[in-house]
């Protein structure tokens, strides 16, 4: 099968690229995506979801929405955030998916 090649990149382009990985490369920032997964949530849901402090799952939110990740919606005084990047559930299947195959393969390797 042939291989589609790759549409030419800027600098800046690569340099966006590259920021919005930053953003997804922190664990607890997964973990809050993945609890997004299953739809809005407040913010004490996400701290119990995620077993992080009210501060710090709060800075990490922060840094997903300006990333524009994820939105946010206030209700009285509580905040709500939900997924605003729909591919990043496609982005998550692909490399669920990858890392499921690799490891696998690696079981298969020591007989498992």
């Known amino acids: 099968m042939a291989r589609k ?3 030419p990149l800027t600098a800046e382009a ?3 690229i590259a920021r919005r990985f930053a953003v997804l490369g922190e664990p607890m920032r997964l973990r809050l995506i993945h609890a997004l997964f299953a ?9 119990e979801l995620t077993g992080g402090t009210q501060a710090n799952v709060s800075r990490h939110l922060q840094m997903l929405m300006h990333a ?13 955030y939900a997924i605003a990047d729909p591919t990043l559930f ?3 299947e692909l ?6 195959k690799q490891l696998a393969k690696q079981a298969d390797v020591f007989g498992r």
């Open 5 to 7: 090649l790759p549409r």
């Open 14 to 16: 690569l340099d966006l």
């Open 39 to 47: 739809g809005e949530q407040n913010v004490t849901t996400l701290v």
């Open 68 to 80: 524009h990740l994820v939105s946010r919606r206030k209700d009285g005084l509580q905040v709500f």
């Open 90 to 92: 496609q982005l998550c």
């Open 95 to 100: 490399v669920c998916g990858s890392l499921e």
